[in-house]
């Protein structure tokens, strides 16, 4: 079967740095999202890997190793704004997105 | 980013009911739009996958006569939850894929809460 795996809740300090993880087993690989979303808002897109390595994007930058299936989002300079769900999804064989359940991640100040 | 919007983002109705949640591309033509429920505290859970000018395609375990999808042009889908009941009451939300986008990305409602009674 498909599984995506990402810890359920995480808790940093304003100001830190803080990695998510998401490992994944899926038929086919074509790419793997982050998406973030606040409570009660629909997914907002973060970012896009389909190749190996860091893709840096201000103070976010996700990884991925296909050969792994490993995947993480990278948070610098936290904010309290941060406070939101992480969402992990991968493109699978048939183009269809696979979500893991996500990371509720709760900055304190 | 292209924009993707939804009406209404939110609606109560009485139980057995039908209610009809509409998905728009403001700025793109979509041939492709997803429809998603989520619960509380879960992730996305994918329902239906609707192609322009075709019937929708149902994920497993979800009742196509109840959950009715229309894709009549390329820029509006819209889901209808038939005789709604309290287990349907969800946060139901629609993305549409961008084919002008290099990996197709998927661009999201801002979805709608449904509260049954």
């Known amino acids: 079967g498909q599984n995506i795996d990402q810890p359920t809740e995480m808790t940093a300090t304003e100001g830190a740095i803080v990695q998510i993880n998401c490992t994944y087993q899926?038929?086919?690989?074509?790419?793997l999202f982050w998406y973030q979303q606040h409570a009660g808002e629909a997914p907002t897109f973060l970012s896009y890997?389909?190749l190996d390595g860091l893709e840096e994007k201000g103070r976010f930058s996700s990884f991925l190793s296909r050969s792994k299936g490993y995947s993480y989002l990278l948070l610098k300079e936290l904010q309290m704004k941060d406070s939101a769900s992480y969402l992990c999804a991968v493109v699978d064989s048939n183009y269809q997105l696979i979500w893991g359940a996500g990371t509720k991640l709760i900055i304190k100040p | 980013g292209a924009v993707v919007s939804q009406h209404p983002s939110w609606v109560i109705c009485k139980s057995g009911t039908s209610v009809k949640i509409e998905c728009r591309s403001l700025d793109f033509q979509a041939t492709t739009m997803f429809w998603y429920r989520q619960f509380p505290k879960q992730s996305l859970m994918l329902m239906a996958t609707s192609n322009e000018g075709s019937k929708a395609t149902y994920e497993q375990g979800v009742e196509k006569d109840k959950f009715l999808i229309n894709h009549a042009s390329l820029t509006l889908s819209t889901l209808t939850v038939t005789s709604a009941h309290p287990e349907d009451s969800s946060f139901y939300i629609c993305?549409?894929?961008?084919?002008?986008?290099?990996?197709?990305?998927?661009?999201f409602g801002p979805g709608t809460r449904l509260t049954v009674l």
């Open positions: 890997n389909v």
């Open positions: 993305s549409a894929r961008d084919p002008g986008t290099s990996y197709n990305e998927q661009f």
């Open positions: 899926t038929s086919g690989f074509n790419g």
